[in-house]
């Protein structure tokens, strides 16, 4: 494995955590001491402070990579009825703009901020209008949490301001583990929207499925259990010029295993974006993909996280692959 310290790219997919997260639980607090120094942070400080300890990890360790210049940062908005009144806000994964954009003025060099508005609000596009003159670089898009279809057409006014204002947006596509789930909002028709009222719309995760009620399947390498969602996507990213995806948790055992199959499709390499999903907990050691094992070893002890992140992709998507460079085409604005 060869390091590559001239690389620099930037993560397309970062979660902040919210001010309210609380790690209470049992199985929460083994958890973090378990994964908490892998993922760069100190699991004593990330228990006492939660947001506080990530943030200011999320700092450093971005700050000290040799490989990543910079990441997108966002939060999720919370669940609202029809009239917008609030019905669920995830105590982990909502973040509001106003702790992103926090993030963003303590590392400006590092950090992208990208809003999330969820559109059943009653003051959804004014919420986009105001995000974007202050600064906010794109929109993360959360409808299966949200219960949202963006086919229906009351949205399509949403989309059109967003494409107006020319922002990005991501969307989850595929299975979904971290917060509740209505699995009709995962489906790759949630790209519709979004796609046909002109906006450069991201597929999050490349739309790979999973069941864990189906364990053989979830971690089988044949790629006729990744999922429709996979396969339809890749067709897709040939046919649309403003839609591309990103590998967001590739290195989660559930997806890893598409990563041979992934590098393969060099056709579509174009339209693919590097992201990690931080803090999803990954594992660069025992996972589904092929690297043989002493290398997945010496990957295991690269300190910084990101890094050891993209050590390990790079091992199917080479310095010279668009993947790395491919943000600059969503983002032509940052440098």
């Known amino acids: 494995m060869n390091q590559t310290p001239s690389l620099r790219t930037v993560d397309i997919h970062m979660h902040l955590l919210s001010k309210e997260a609380k790690f209470t639980r049992f199985y929460d607090r ?4 378990f994964f908490a120094r892998k993922l760069g942070a100190d699991p004593a400080a990330l228990l006492a402070r939660p ?3 990530y943030r200011d990890t999320v700092i450093r360790r971005v ?10 940062i966002f939060g999720v908005d919370a669940k609202v009825d029809e009239n917008g009144r609030e019905l669920h806000r995830d105590p982990t994964v909502c973040a509001t703009n ?6 963003h003025t303590r590392a400006p060099d590092l950090i992208v901020p990208f809003m999330s508005v969820n559109p059943l609000r009653p003051d959804a596009i004014e919420r986009l209008e105001r995000y974007a003159e202050t600064g906010f670089k794109g929109m993360k898009f959360l409808q299966n949490y949200w219960n949202v279809d963006t086919r229906e057409k009351r949205f399509r006014p949403f989309f059109e301001k967003l494409a107006e204002l020319k ?20 489906r790759l028709e949630m790209l519709e929207g979004p796609l046909e009222a002109g906006v450069t719309t991201i597929a999050a995760h490349m739309g790979l499925e999973y069941s864990p009620l189906r364990l053989l399947k979830a971690f089988s390498k044949n790629p006729k259990h990744f999922g429709d969602n996979y396969h339809r996507l890749l067709k ?11 590998i967001s948790a590739v290195l989660t055992p559930v997806r890893a295993k598409a990563l041979p199959h992934l590098a393969r499709q060099e056709r579509i390499h174009e339209k693919l974006l590097f992201g990690t999903d931080f803090p999803v907990p990954f594992t660069t050691l025992w ?10 070893r010496r990957l295991s002890k690269i300190e910084n996280p990101f890094d050891r992140y993209i050590e ?14 491919n943000w600059k085409k969503v983002l032509p604005d940052i440098q």
Do not use: Q
């Open 30 to 33: 083994l958890a973090i001491r």
């Open 98 to 103: 106003e702790e992103v954009w926090d993030l």
């Open 312 to 325: 390990t992709v790079l091992a199917y998507f080479p310095p010279e692959s668009p993947l790395w460079s």
């Open 287 to 296: 996972n589904t993909h092929d690297l043989p094992l002493a290398m997945c």
């Open 51 to 53: 947001h506080e300890a």
């Open 63 to 72: 700050g000290e990579s040799k490989h990543m210049a910079k990441t997108v």
């Open 167 to 186: 922002l990005p947006i991501i969307v989850h596509i595929g299975s979904e583990s971290s917060v509740h789930s209505h699995r009709a909002c995962e």
């Open 236 to 246: 897709m990213l040939e046919t649309h010029d403003n839609l591309y995806a990103d």
